[in-house]
């Protein structure tokens, strides 16, 4: 269950690293901050770690990890955390990187 945890962790990473900065994306993010109806959806793309807890959360009731014998709400929960931190590992190590090069440059 570890290697599905990390790699749906990583995959989650990665959609909210590229949906939050990605230049292809910036069209949508750019259209929902002044469309005015879509200002809060805007606001939570534009962020990897707001955005991560909705993409973990999804995967969450997807892939439904267990992580208790109980197997409930509870599960749902540590999973949807687990997720969550996990997947902003990757948003985390490539925003530095980025900002990183940038200034070496």
Request: charged share 10%.
């Amino acid at each position: 269950m570890f290697i599905e945890v990390a790699a749906v962790s990583l995959a989650i990473g990665v959609v909210t690293t590229t949906v939050s900065k990605a230049k292809i994306f910036a069209p949508l993010r750019h259209w929902m901050e002044y469309t005015g109806k879509m200002y809060w959806l805007a606001d939570m793309i534009g962020c990897p770690y707001c955005f991560s807890h909705w993409v973990a959360a999804f995967a969450q009731a997807w892939f439904q990890f267990t992580f208790t014998t109980s197997h409930t709400i509870v599960d749902l929960i540590i999973g949807w955390l687990i997720l969550t931190a996990l997947g902003n590992v990757v948003p985390v190590a490539i925003v530095r990187g980025y900002h990183e090069a940038k200034v070496a440059a």
